[in-house]
């Protein structure tokens, strides 16, 4: 199973949700997983090279590669159907690179903020992608949501949403997610983040 994380821009969570997703699907449902981080500042790539340093096994194996990458590993993961590969995408739209990841998915994951700025680049890579995979399962994850912020634009933010794909439970704006890494979510994150990966889970990736 190929799920991808991605969004228009950078900024949204993606390489949190990847690492989240990771860390849910290896630690609560003793999954194989492989994440293949092809966004340009390699920062799961880089952590995992660090972690490993320290901790073996690791959970997971993650792996760096580009999009002109993906033809060349396409033929592994058709190899490994027990295994969910994530990907990790680069927080941009224009490369034609995008193309066979989007018709190889069966997944895809869209971190996103309730803001004007966020909103539109959510539509328009919910746009693009709907157009060259019409039949994707498409997921909004809203993210970095603040108590505190009354957020006049949220109906009709999941009102335009809905149309593309399902819209999971909010995750709040903590400062304890700077601390998740490829070992593991740190413990008081994982209450509030279980709700998004089960709904997730039990819709999408559970046979
Ligand atoms: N729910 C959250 N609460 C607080 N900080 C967050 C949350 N989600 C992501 N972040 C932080 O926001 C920054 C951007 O997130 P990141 O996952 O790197 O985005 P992207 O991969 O889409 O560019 C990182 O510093 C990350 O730790
Ligand atoms: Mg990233």
């Known amino acids: ?16 949700i990847a690492l989240l997703l ?3 699907l290896t630690q609560v449902k003793k999954h194989q997983v492989t994440l293949i981080d092809m966004d340009y500042q390699q920062s799961i790539a880089q952590m995992y090279s ?10 997971y194996e993650v792996v ?26 680069p927080g941009k739209l224009d490369d034609d690179g995008l ?12 971190p996103f903020a309730y803001s004007e700025l966020s909103f539109d680049s959510t539509i328009l890579f919910s746009v693009v992608l709907k157009k ?6 498409l997921v909004f994850i809203p993210n970095r949501i ?13 009102h335009q949403l809905s149309q593309f794909g399902n819209i999971t439970p909010a995750i709040p704006d903590r400062i304890d997610f700077q601390r998740i890494t490829t070992v593991s979510t740190p413990i008081n994150v994982q209450p509030l983040v279980i709700a998004v990966f089960s709904q997730i889970y039990a819709d999408y990736i559970k046979r």
Not at 103 to 108: H, I, M, P, S
Not at 132 to 137: C, H
């Open 22 to 24: 990771a860390n849910f």
């Open 64 to 89: 760096a590669a580009n999009l002109e990458q993906f033809e060349q590993i396409k033929p592994i993961l058709s190899r490994n159907p027990d295994m969910i590969f994530l990907i990790d995408l």
């Open 146 to 158: 603040k108590a505190t912020v009354n957020y006049r634009t949220k109906s009709d933010v999941e």
């Open 1 to 16: 199973m190929i799920i991808l994380i991605g969004n228009q821009k950078g900024g949204p969570g993606k390489s949190t």
């Open 99 to 110: 193309i066979p990841l989007f018709q190889n998915a069966d997944l895809v994951l869209c």
């Open 132 to 137: 060259i995979k019409p039949d994707i399962s």
């Open 50 to 59: 660090r972690a490993k340093i320290l901790d073996s096994p690791p959970p």
